[in-house]
């Protein structure tokens, strides 16, 4: 089984959270992570290593977005695999979130 790796980088006025593995049910309790602990300021995901996602990580990145939109900030998804956008785009989730193709292009949304 894949481990999953999340990493947390601070970029002044943004920030980017790494996703590297399965983001999956099993995944979140046993890496213990805690959405409430990412800091709430503009924050861009970097998707580039994440292999899978299922709905409780879905739920654990709407949840975030639901947070962050609370204090007018954003949430954008980035260098998204094509096998995660096509379940974003099953599910309809790529209607609510922002996804860049790299990093400039995210950082175009903050004007």
Aim: charge should be negative; charged fraction near 20%; aromatic fraction near 6%.
């Amino acid at each position: 089984m894949t481990q999953f790796v999340m990493e947390l980088k601070d970029k002044g006025l943004y920030q980017i959270l790494s996703f590297d593995g399965r983001l999956d049910l099993q995944s979140i309790h046993a890496s213990s992570i805690e959405i409430k602990e990412v800091p709430l300021k503009h924050t861009l995901v970097d998707c580039t290593a994440l292999e899978f996602v299922d709905s409780s990580g879905l739920g654990m990145l709407a949840s975030l977005f639901q947070r962050l939109k609370q204090l007018d900030q954003k949430l954008i998804l980035m260098m998204v695999p094509s096998r995660i956008l096509s379940i974003l785009q099953r599910t309809h989730l790529d209607t609510l979130f922002i996804i860049a193709e790299n990093e400039e292009q995210a950082l175009n949304h903050f004007n």
